[in-house]
């Protein structure tokens, strides 16, 4: 059970981090400063992360209501799971790493610059 509920949850936060890391990217292309691309990217995308996560929430909730045992367990982690990641990991933790690492998230090898194409 818990690598059922690991593998849905993985699946599930993918999205929340697509959406945050790359309306962060669009901020810094912009601005140049990571502060301030990080301030914007989750002020762009905190209603959308709050609502999908929200939305889902309430959606484990209501299946857990089935009878099964099997399925209210999976249907209570999930939702817990999902409400830990949309308010901790993607609200507090990835925000702030991107912040602490400042220049670094933007780095790109000079070898890997000539092999891949422009990220931008």
């Known amino acids: ?3 059922a509920v690991f ?3 993985f699946g599930l936060s993918m999205d929340y981090e697509v959406f945050l890391l790359s309306r962060i990217r669009e901020e810094y292309d912009i601005s140049h400063d990571t502060d301030r691309a990080v301030v914007q990217g989750v002020a762009r995308t905190g209603r959308l992360v709050s609502s999908a996560a929200l939305i889902l929430f309430l ?3 209501a299946l857990s209501r089935v009878p099964t045992v099997e399925v209210k367990i999976l249907a209570t982690a999930l ?3 999902i409400i830990i990641d949309a308010t901790i990991v ?3 933790l990835a ?3 991107v912040a602490l690492l400042g220049p670094a998230n933007w ?3 000079a070898r ?5 194409p422009d990220p931008r």
């Open 107 to 109: 780095y790109f090898p």
């Open 1 to 3: 059970m818990p690598i």
């Open 112 to 116: 890997l610059r000539r092999r891949a």
């Open 95 to 97: 925000p702030t790493l």
């Open 90 to 92: 993607r609200g507090v």
């Open 59 to 61: 959606a484990f909730i």
């Open 79 to 81: 939702a817990l799971g």
């Open 7 to 9: 593998a849905f949850l």
